[in-house]
Nanobody
Framework: QVQLVESEGGSVQTGGSLRLSCVVS????????MGWFRQAPEKEREFVAA????????YYNKSLKGRFTISRDSTKNTVYLQMNSLKPEDTAVYYC????????????????WGQGTQVTVSS
């Protein structure tokens, strides 16, 4: 059983930055790809970024690339999401997830999820 615990999100003004972290525990973590998703009120869950636990190879929602950066620290079993130049439309609950199915942009490919953390961007 893989467990994911996200850091507390926060509130920032437009143009600000936040870094989310996700501590991962469980067996055979190298099998998993890690992803970040987000969900705004009354909207579907949206892919943000993903990364292979072993090889790296990050990839992004094209609409977010350039502002968001995913990374992982295998020594700390932690995945990060650095968010810069934040906009009000980035306001959402952000989720960390683990996939044994090579990741991807569909939430259905992910087996385990964190509890979610709120990010609020004010104008």
């Amino acid at each position: 059983q893989v467990q994911l615990v996200e850091s507390e999100g926060g509130s920032v003004q437009t143009g600000g930055s936040l870094r989310l972290s996700c501590v991962v525990s469980g067996p055979a973590l190298s099998r998993y790809a890690m992803g970040w998703f987000r969900q705004a009120p009354e909207k579907e869950r949206e892919f943000v970024a993903a990364i292979s636990w072993t090889a790296g190879n990050p990839y992004y929602n094209k609409s977010l690339k350039g502002r968001f950066t995913i990374s992982r620290d295998s020594t700390k079993n932690t995945v990060y999401l650095q968010m810069n130049s934040l906009k009000p439309e980035d306001t959402a609950v952000y989720y960390c997830a683990a996939s044994s199915n090579f990741g991807g942009s569909s939430p259905h490919r992910y087996d385990y999820w964190g509890q979610g953390t709120q990010v609020t961007v004010s104008s």
